[in-house]
């Protein structure tokens, strides 16, 4: 199972950045997609995750402004992120969760400047 992230950089607060993860290995249709960040200094969270059938949990914190989104042909997961905010400066991390266990892509840099 890898997981490759994309799309990370740089914005300005109120500015939009999209992240993507593009999936390979098998069980994809079972696998809960999902995006963490970890601040420094802070504990990773969940910032969105979405079924298989487009069920989707979104954190308080980015709800109205974060929408996570799958493609089950080509396996890949995108977080469009609207509306930045310069707390939401962090390293994000795909996550695939399959049954109990957890995937982990390399993490991807986003820095909002305000």
């Known amino acids: 199972v890898q997981l490759q992230a994309s799309g990370g950089g740089s914005a300005q607060a109120g500015g939009s950045l999209r992240l993507s993860c593009a999936a390979s290995?098998?069980?994809?249709?079972?696998?809960?997609m999902g995006w963490y960040r970890q601040a420094p200094g802070k504990d990773r969270d969940l910032v969105a995750s979405?079924?298989?059938?487009?069920?989707?949990t979104t954190a308080d914190a980015v709800k109205g402004r974060f929408t996570i989104s799958r493609d089950n042909i080509k396996k890949i997961v995108y977080l469009q992120m609207n509306s930045l905010k310069p707390e939401d400066t962090a390293v994000y991390y795909c996550?695939?969760?399959?049954?109990?266990?957890?995937?982990w892509g390399k993490g991807t840099l986003v820095t909002v400047s305000s």
């Open positions: 996550n695939r969760r399959w049954r109990d266990i957890n995937f």
């Open positions: 290995g098998g069980a994809f249709r079972t696998s809960v």
């Open positions: 979405i079924t298989y059938d487009h069920d989707v």
